[in-house]
């Protein structure tokens, strides 16, 4: 029998634990906005401009492997309250008149640079929060407001950027992450950190976090399954010249860039509420191998209404990523949790970053449409083994290492 909704926010400190991501979320997206402005403001090139958007992508490839470990060596509750202070600090900071773009850049990073570690412990302390069926509806929970701030943010974003000048809107952002602070410690009870593991340096951490990984044949597949995701966000990033082939505006632009998470946060809402445990076992491999099917149909060069229709099915599908995630959090012992989280969360940013690189460079040669559905057809030919791999090493949860 499926967990509701209902019964993981009877929780106090899944409350909490929930409204201080969503908050930080939220966050997030105020300050890649507001700084978007501002930097196009400055310069007025629109190249700075985006290399400055993807400058809050940058850091999650060094915070996972360097400070992710830092929820397995400190007190979780302390390292998530610490971080979101020190990140409300930082963008107040940069809502100072005057400040040097250059500076603002500085402080923007470090900012970025801090999420690693507050999304390293509240994957690591949210099995001790919720166990059993509960967990995987509490996370499907988490992921459901992560993708609607992303649905979301870029609106709110500039409505409040609009309205209350890139200033106001750090200043709101930095208010997020203070209220994300206080919440944390507040509403989550105090827990030691994992025994054993104070005197561990970084490159011990990784080191270990590595074996325990490659050592078992689930996690390397569950790891490969996230990954898988180098394949799918390829659409979301050639929306704009997409749009460009079909003769379409940028509203429909705008459409076509929220279809992959809207159909997110469709399917993590079905399977999150409406699916049993033991379905989304058996459902992980034939949905990392779904997810990127409907892209090949981009070869047909489908108009913008089926397009998008593909789009939302491919993101639907993309919900099995909570049945890996909640797996992977599950297998992995506790006192190396946050490494282990740290680490495939920045393969898993290298490996899209890498897709649609890769995307880009093809969509020169072959046209857009083309590049998308051969991003969709290596998607399904890496899934396939994965998806025979997991079926073969059974269906059952990974040995949990919750604590």
């Not at 309250?81 to 603002?104: N, S, W």
């Not at 491919?314 to 990523?321: D, F, I, N, R």
Request: charged share 10%; hydrophobic share 55%; glycine share 12%.
């Amino acid at each position: 029998m499926s967990v509701t909704f209902r019964q993981v926010f009877a929780s106090g400190e899944y409350r909490a634990l929930w409204s201080a991501t969503a908050l930080s979320d939220v966050g997030d997206q105020l300050a890649r906005v507001a700084v978007s402005v501002i930097a196009y403001e400055t310069t007025s090139s629109v190249a700075l401009t985006a290399a400055t958007y993807a400058l809050t992508f940058v850091p999650a490839l060094l915070g996972g492997p360097l400070l992710g470990g830092v929820a397995d060596r400190l007190p979780r509750r302390e390292v998530m309250f610490a971080c979101d202070l020190a990140r409300a600090g930082l963008v107040a900071l940069m809502a100072a008149p005057g400040i040097p773009l250059a500076v603002i850049c500085v402080l923007l990073f470090a900012v970025h640079l801090l999420e690693a570690p507050v999304r390293a412990s509240y994957s690591a302390v949210l099995p001790h929060i919720l166990d059993g069926g509960r967990y995987v509806t509490g996370l499907s929970a988490i992921q459901l407001a992560s993708q609607s701030a992303r649905l979301l943010g870029f609106t709110l974003g500039g409505v409040a950027v609009a309205t209350i000048q890139p200033s106001g809107a750090l200043l709101l952002d930095a208010a997020t992450f203070l209220a994300a602070a206080l919440i944390v410690r507040l509403g989550l009870a105090a827990r030691p950190a994992p025994e054993g593991l104070s005197g561990d340096s970084p490159l011990r951490s990784i080191a270990a976090a590595v074996r325990v990984v490659t050592a078992d044949p689930r996690l390397r597949l569950l790891a490969a399954s996230a990954w898988l995701a180098g394949f799918y966000a390829v659409p979301t990033a050639l929306a704009v010249p997409y749009a460009g082939d079909l003769g379409v505006g940028s509203g429909a632009t705008g459409l076509l860039m929220a279809a992959g998470p809207a159909g997110a946060v469709a399917g993590v809402l079905v399977l999150g509420r409406w699916v049993s445990p033991a379905a989304r076992q058996a459902l992980l491999g034939p949905l990392a191998v779904a997810t990127s099917l409907p892209l090949t149909a981009m070869a047909l060069r489908p108009g913008l209404v089926v397009t998008l229709l593909l789009w939302v099915m491919a993101g639907a599908l993309s919900a099995y990523q909570v049945i890996a995630n909640a797996e992977f959090v599950r297998g992995v012992p506790d006192e190396r949790r946050g490494q282990a989280v740290g680490l495939v969360g920045s393969v898993l940013v290298a490996v899209q970053g890498i897709g649609i690189a890769v995307a880009g460079a093809v969509a020169e040669l072959t046209g857009t449409a083309t590049a998308i559905a051969l991003s969709g057809a290596a998607g399904v030919a890496a899934a396939l083994p994965i998806a025979i791999g997991w079926h073969t090493a059974g269906r059952s949860p990974a040995k949990s290492g919750a604590g």
